[in-house]
């Protein structure tokens, strides 16, 4: 099934073509890259894949519903319900500890407390983070951080993780941490759109989208 798909995708942002008639799908247990220079639109892409952005024009469909951008409240709701986003910087809320963080989108879409407690307790073990979840993200260091911020984009077991960068701010070490997460995540069926620059991260995805200028110039299929 097409999970999330693109049609003639144009976004001019002050004058500037950023993005050049985008044609993309991604299906349901891809582990897809997006790569590209700086500048060549992967953000702006994978927002607009991931309803955070709208286009200047074309169409976007979620599971094979168009989206109406002029429904706001629909589109935060199909973006709270089936995506999870990592982003470079992890913006974790500092007042709140890690189990906290983890909670919110769950407590946001009316998941009640003890329950959204349970799933978040399972989630922050599932990356190894049982003993830490009482912390504050201050009190983590910096792969730590980058683990809660995953667990709380799995919070709603979400349809799709969209990620941009996720290793940008992480050493070597961490960088491999969140990979075979990400790789684990995906061998149990999970949806994954990553952007990076580092291209021996795309190689161990299935499917590598090259960007440049605002252009779709290689879309890489393995298998
Ligand atoms: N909010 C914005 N205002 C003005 N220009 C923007 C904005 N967002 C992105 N751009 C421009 O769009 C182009 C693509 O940016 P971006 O998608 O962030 O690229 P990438 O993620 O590949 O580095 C860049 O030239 C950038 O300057
Ligand atoms: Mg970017």
Request: proline content about 3%; cysteine-free.
């Amino acid at each position: 099934m097409e999970i999330i798909k693109v049609e003639n995708i144009n976004k001019f942002i002050a004058n500037e073509h950023i993005l050049k008639n985008i044609n993309l799908s991604v299906k349901q247990g891809e582990f897809v890259s997006i790569i590209g220079p700086s500048g060549s639109g992967k953000s702006t892409l994978l927002y607009i894949l991931g309803l955070l952005d709208q286009p200047t024009d074309g169409k976007v469909f979620v599971e094979n519903q168009e989206i109406n951008f002029k429904d706001k409240k629909r589109i935060s709701e199909i973006r709270n319900k089936k995506f999870g986003f990592v982003f470079q910087f992890h913006y974790l809320i500092n007042e709140l500890t890690a189990l906290e963080n983890v909670m919110v989108p769950m407590l946001k879409s009316g998941v009640e407390k003890s329950v959204a407690a349970d799933i978040a307790i399972k989630n922050l073990e599932k990356l190894g983070l049982e003993k830490k979840q009482d912390r504050r993200p201050y009190e983590l260091s910096g792969g730590e951080q980058q683990r809660v911020s995953i667990a709380r984009a799995l919070s709603n077991n979400p349809l799709v993780i969209i990620a941009d960068e996720p290793t940008g701010n992480l050493d070597s070490k961490n960088t491999e941490i969140v990979m075979e997460i990400f790789e684990n995540l995906n061998k149990e069926g999970k949806t994954i759109i990553m952007v990076t620059h580092e291209i021996d991260l795309a190689e161990r995805t299935q499917r590598i989208i090259k960007l440049k200028d605002g252009e779709i110039i290689e879309d890489l299929k393995k298998i």
